[in-house]
């Protein structure tokens, strides 16, 4: 895969504050990266770093091999973004926008303007004024605002922010496929976990300015370990038992039975020790957990309780 972000070492100080704690990952043509984290932890002030609406105080940020702080222009000129929500004229028409958007490039035809129209799915709408526009309407408007120039990034903050589930479902497919077919890197920054789990091939998770882990969104949410939900007749002499016999596992009482975390071969091994003390055992079964679960694990350990 082709690197075409590369974040490296980046620290950002306001007043004195460190912000941003020397994080370093890079992101690769054709995946979605998913930027994660609880409120306040950094998220947007790094986004804003690499589309260059504000300063490094120390590391650097490369987009294709240009420098953000010494080679700017060069750099911002593979960038696409959204930062919040998309700004536009709601007196003229959708296409109006774009084509007054399109000034601000160099060479974007009016050929490529319908492309992107076509792209986005505002073909029908696009010359209607952006104010009869739904909010899932204007989002992909400003979708085709970003991709104007055919950019090799994407960026987008929060980009389902007040969407119905429907609009939701059309940015997320949308974002697959400019990443699929266009080979596009994108980044997305969004708080529903959900959708980040069904969008997004990797999470990188930021909590109090530092980089927790970047991972394969499957590798996050499953690891070794799997959850196993066994159903018992006695559900607190079931969690005893295995507490005291394979005291290395975590084990959870439920109204069922108990919950263990455990790789597939120890399964036989407490069955085993389930059968032998005489509890009835009517089932196993594998649970599967969510990026949330996951993400709330991992933040919480590292400090209290966070709000994502």
């Known amino acids: 895969m082709e690197k075409i972000i590369e974040i490296q070492e980046v620290t950002k100080r306001i007043k004195g504050k460190t ?38 105080s120390e590391g650097d940020i490369k987009i294709a091999g240009s420098s953000i702080k010494t080679d700017f222009e060069k750099a911002v000129r593979h960038i696409g973004a959204i930062v919040e929500n998309p700004e536009m004229y709601k007196f003229l028409s959708g296409y109006d926008n774009l084509l007054h958007f399109a000034r601000m490039s160099k060479g974007v035809t009016k050929e490529k303007i319908d492309e992107v129209v ?3 799915g505002l073909t029908s709408r696009i010359k209607d004024k952006v104010k009869t526009y739904s909010l899932g309407m204007r989002q992909r408007l400003g979708l085709a605002q970003c991709l104007l120039h055919d950019p090799d990034v994407l960026i987008l903050d929060e980009p389902t922010n007040g969407l119905d589930p429907a609009g939701i479902r059309e940015i997320r497919d949308h974002i697959r496929m400019l990443a699929r077919e266009r080979n596009m890197a994108v980044i997305v920054s969004s708080h529903l976990l959900s959708e980040m789990e069904m969008m997004c091939d990797r999470i990188g998770i930021i909590q109090q300015g530092k980089l927790i882990d970047v991972q394969l969104v499957n590798d996050f949410v499953n690891g070794e370990e799997i959850i196993f939900e066994f159903e018992v007749d006695a559900s607190e002499r079931a969690k005893a038992v295995i507490q005291e016999a394979l005291p290395q596992l975590q084990v959870q009482q439920t109204e069922v039975g108990i919950l263990v975390s455990a790789v597939k071969e120890e399964v036989p091994l407490i069955v085993k020790h389930l059968v032998k003390e005489d509890i009835l055992l009517y089932g196993i079964q594998e649970k599967h957990k969510t990026l949330e679960d996951r993400f709330l694990e991992v933040t919480n350990s590292k400090e209290g309780v966070v709000h994502a």
């Not at 994080?23 to 609880?38: M, N």
């Open 118 to 120: 076509e792209l986005v």
């Open 19 to 56: 912000i941003i704690d020397g994080i370093s990952f890079d992101v690769y043509k054709g995946e979605v990266f998913g930027f994660l984290g609880p409120n306040g932890a950094g998220k947007t002030t790094t986004i804003r770093m690499i589309v260059g609406l504000m300063g490094i």
